[in-house]
């Protein structure tokens, strides 16, 4: 375990590693009946995708985990299955088949933007400042994400405002933040994992912990087949490529895949790596080389972009780096083995589809909201007296909360922050790399707008 882990050189041990992988696991472990869920909309037997959620999250979790040795979890990403299903299929009128080839393809330019160092480049032309404000905005955003998912923000009025707590999983998630509160303040190790297990508990006489429909192991394999590979059958890249009117429509939709799915990873490794230690300074100096992957950042860019690409082969959206990676790390992982353990529980829900998926919102939502206050300390380090600093932060803090998206909150604190610094004529500060993104997130806005 020493040896390929380094668990005493990043301060850590066995126990604190599986502490925090189970943390991570049972916070995103949702994903396993949802994006299945979404997913089948779009005509994919729910089962495949249910298999092939599992496959693609172990597969990318175990290469992060042993290849990169970060505690960071992967699995399909909440909005980009929306997006795949909502706008592309239905929206835009693809087939499944080809939505599932356009991520394809978002993997492989990816694996490209990552090979040719051309994301390690973009973290580094982010100023201090913006990766500060990106830090406190993922705690935010991770906060907000746990808020929406117990639905104690209510949104009837037209207008966010907290709902009327008249329903058990209302109660139950104020239990169990106190529990996790109180835990951390007295300092007891694994506070949050444990506040997850006893409001899961908790919940059983509450009536809120129970089972969903999902279908057995056996069924599942059965229906893997129609989706695996699913995109070099002729309704796959072969038609998404033969229709010349819908040609631009497709790359338009690839590039929106694509940078947001870069910038998300790109947030949630800036936000969440560089407090912890994770990427550490001597990390950020071994990324000033260029030859082959010297740092845990290159690697880790690297075992994200492979992963989306692979998951496409099984059957599923986007795979991408998890911003609930965030819990296992506040529990205190810092190694792969955080996300081996994060590979192991995957593998076995497979076969425990109904226990899993008993598991609430509301026993997980207290666990994202006390990790992104734990991650509001990254706002410290901006100059809110000066207004210059202090716009773009603000944009990019906030922005990814009201966006419900990582990318859109750097996407728009990019852009005021060049705003900003041409006003000051201060533009011989904005890194090129800075100024080429930023054109991109503009045109993406612009495509979003039309399509």
């Known amino acids: 375990m020493e040896k390929l882990f380094h668990l005493k050189q990043n301060g850590t041990n066995v126990k604190t590693e599986i502490v925090a992988g189970l943390t991570t696991f049972f916070a995103m472990a949702y994903i396993i009946v949802v994006n299945p869920s979404i997913l089948s909309q779009t005509g994919m037997e729910w089962g495949a995708v249910f298999l092939a959620t599992i496959i693609a999250s172990i597969i990318g979790t175990l290469i992060m985990g042993l290849f990169a040795n970060v505690p960071y979890a992967q699995a399909p990403g909440m909005g980009l299955n929306a997006f795949f299903t909502y706008t592309v299929c239905f929206g835009l009128g693809f087939t499944w088949q080809q939505a599932m080839s356009m991520v394809f393809l978002c993997g492989l330019i990816n694996i490209l933007l990552t090979v040719t160092k051309i994301r390690k480049y973009i ?148 936000g969440t790596g560089r407090k912890s230690g994770i990427f550490s300074a001597e990390d950020e100096k071994a990324m000033e080389t260029n030859a082959g992957f010297k740092s845990k950042m290159d690697k880790a860019l690297f075992a994200d972009a492979t992963a989306t690409s692979i998951g496409a082969l099984f059957g599923t959206s986007n795979t991408t780096t998890y911003v609930e990676s965030a819990a296992g790390i506040g529990a205190g992982g810092r190694t ?51 207004f210059s600093d202090a716009v773009p932060a603000f944009f990019a803090g906030l922005f990814m909360a009201l966006c419900y998206s990582i990318s859109y909150g750097i996407g728009f604190g990019f852009i005021t922050y060049c705003l900003v610094k041409v006003c000051k004529k201060q533009a011989k500060e904005i890194h090129p790399i800075l100024w080429v993104v930023t054109g991109l997130f503009i045109l993406n806005f612009v495509v979003l707008a039309l399509i």
């Not at 008993?358 to 380090?381: Q, W």
């Open 123 to 270: 973290i580094k032309a982010i100023p201090h400042s913006l990766q500060n404000a990106i830090g406190g905005g993922i705690g935010i955003f991770v906060a907000y994400i746990g808020l929406l998912n117990v639905g104690i923000i209510s949104f009837d009025s037209g207008v966010p405002a907290l709902a009327t707590l008249d329903q058990p999983a209302f109660w139950l998630f104020l239990i169990g933040l106190a529990l996790i509160i109180v835990l951390q303040v007295l300092h007891v190790k694994g506070a949050i994992l444990i506040g997850i297990v006893a409001a899961t508990l908790l919940g059983i006489p509450m009536g809120v912990t129970s089972p969903q429909d999902t279908v057995s192991f056996t069924e599942a394999c059965k229906a893997l087949p129609t989706t695996v590979f699913a995109i070099f059958k002729p309704e796959g890249l072969v038609s998404l490529f033969t229709d010349a009117a819908k040609l631009p429509l497709a790359l338009i939709t690839i590039f929106s895949f694509s940078i947001t799915d870069t910038f998300d990873t790109i947030g949630t490794f800036i």
């Open 336 to 386: 792969g083995l955080t996300s081996v353990v994060v590979a192991i529980c995957f593998a076995i829900s497979a076969f425990l589809s109904t226990f899993i998926s008993a598991i609430p919102y509301a026993a997980t939502a207290p666990a994202l909201v006390i990790v992104g206050i734990m991650m509001l300390s990254s706002f410290k380090e901006i100059n809110w007296t000066d």
